[in-house]
């Protein structure tokens, strides 16, 4: 399989997960059946948009757009579908954790194919796997997964991106390394929804008193 060939399959499979948890959300809103296209496209190109500003590359919907057409058939098929979810919030949060663990390997060939050094490959992983969700919790007025507290989220698309990267400098094939970042996400982002890891997160701690001054 070429480079060329895995990157548009990543973006495919981008593309259509995190549609699918766009038109989740656009269902707990509420939403009609042109919003739900809206917050899925948004959602699916959102991170890859971004990404291909940044590296002055074609964006990817433009060069193909039967991207857009891949996340409008997930915005209907979630449409009329969605009210068969016993939880669309618990299943919102695991298709989620798959649609970034897509998105992060194609952020990451995306950068690598325009010949970046890796903290460009790293920072474009994280760029597309966390915006397009991130543009959808803001839109739709939900608290953005990326920032809920102590959750491992964006830590998941460092982790990977950085996996991925290391994999290469150690001579590791472009898709055993691709592969090998998606499973870091995923299994970082999982163990965060089931077993609940998380990082340490700041607390607030009250203002020490000031020592008592001494005499002359």
């Known amino acids: 399989m070429t480079p060329e060939t895995a990157l548009q399959l990543l ?7 995190f549609a ?3 038109a989740l959300v656009a269902s707990r809103s509420q939403l009609d059946v042109v919003g739900f296209i809206f917050i899925a496209c948004l959602t699916a190109t959102g991170g890859g948009t971004t990404r291909d500003a ?14 857009l ?3 409008t058939a997930a ?27 897509a998105a992060v390997p194609a952020g990451v060939a995306a950068a690598q194919a325009s010949g970046q050094d890796w903290p460009i490959v790293i920072v474009m992983g994280m760029v597309t796997g966390c915006l397009g969700g991130l543009m959808r919790d803001v839109v739709c007025n939900e608290v953005p997964l990326v920032l809920k507290q102590g959750e491992l989220y964006v830590t998941c698309a460092f982790a990977g991106a950085g996996t991925a990267v290391l994999a290469g400098l150690a ?9 090998a970042c998606a499973l870091v996400v995923l299994v970082l982002r999982a163990g965060s929804l089931a077993f609940g890891w998380r990082l340490p997160v700041y607390r607030t701690r009250p203002p020490q008193p000031g020592r008592p001054k001494r005499g002359p």
């Not at 001579?171 to 592969?179: K, S």
């Open 11 to 17: 973006d495919y499979a981008a593309v259509a997960v």
């Open 20 to 22: 699918v948890t766009g």
């Open 54 to 67: 940044i590296l002055d590359r074609t964006v990817f919907w433009v060069a193909d757009p039967v991207i």
């Open 69 to 71: 057409a891949v996340a």
């Open 75 to 101: 915005a209907i098929l979630v449409f009329f579908t969605a009210h068969l979810l016993e939880s669309r919030y618990r299943a919102l949060l695991w298709i989620d954790a798959f649609a970034l663990a």
């Open 171 to 179: 001579g590791a094939p472009e898709m055993v390394a691709l592969a």
